[in-house]
Each structure stands twice: as structure tokens, then as C-alpha cells.
């Protein structure tokens, strides 16, 4: 088991920053690959952003690529989003979530663990 806690959401002007942390607790964090999603009101949950176990590897949702950042730092359990040039779109609840799989899956169900979420609302 892995308990997932997002912090950082909050109220910011469009074109503002913003950066999500998610910290992790249970197994070995470097077992998992991360992902970032989001919520808005009335839609369905989509894609943000992924990174393997190592940080090799990223993706990205094509809405975000050149605004967003997802980094990790396994020393400290910890999954990073940051996210620049905020449009009032990216209004959502932003989701962070683990996965065993091999690589961080753009699709919701490959993911085994999910944080309760965090609150990014841009102003326009």
C-alpha cells in the first residue's frame, strides 16, 4: 500500500505559476511511475503528465507540453508538477497517482494509487 498527499493547488491569475507536489509513503517510491491528472467540473478526469521510475522518461498531455514540467526526486518520495503560463482551462482538480506498470500510462485504470487531489483554480 502507498498513501498519495497533493499540495500546492491554490487561486492564480491566468498566466501564473504554479508547482503541485505530491508526497508519497509505504513501498519503495523508485517501484512506481507517477502520473498528474486532472479534473474539471462537469468532465471527465484526462492525462497530464508522466514520469518513469527513474525520471527518465516524461509525458505529456499535447494541452500543457512547453507550459508543464513533471520531475521526481526519489530521495524524497516526492512527484513534482510545475506549471507555468496558467490558462483559466487548466481550472481542475489536479490528481497525482502511482502505478506498479512499467511506464506511466496515459490511461486512469493502469494506475494503482491515487491522492485525494488539490485545487488549481486560474483567474482570467
Known amino acids: 500500500q502507498v498513501q498519495l498527499v497533493e499540495s500546492g493547488g491554490g487561486l492564480v491569475q491566468a498566466g501564473g505559476s504554479l508547482r503541485l507536489s505530491c508526497a508519497t509513503s509505504?513501498?519503495?517510491?523508485?517501484?512506481?511511475?507517477m502520473g498528474w491528472f486532472r479534473q474539471a467540473p462537469g468532465k471527465e478526469r484526462e492525462f497530464v503528465s508522466g514520469i518513469s521510475r527513474i525520471g527518465g522518461t516524461t509525458y505529456y498531455a499535447d494541452s500543457v507540453k512547453g507550459r508543464f514540467t513533471i520531475s521526481r526526486d526519489n530521495a524524497k518520495n516526492s512527484v513534482y508538477l510545475q506549471m507555468n503560463i496558467l490558462k483559466p482551462e487548466y481550472t481542475a482538480v489536479y490528481y497525482c497517482?502511482?502505478?506498479?506498470?512499467?511506464?506511466?500510462?496515459?490511461?486512469?485504470?493502469?494506475?494503482?494509487?491515487w491522492g485525494p487531489g488539490t485545487q488549481v483554480t486560474v483567474s482570467s
Open positions: 509505504g513501498r519503495t517510491f523508485s517501484s512506481y511511475a
Open positions: 497517482a502511482a502505478t506498479t506498470g512499467s511506464h506511466a500510462s496515459r490511461r486512469l485504470s493502469s494506475y494503482d494509487y
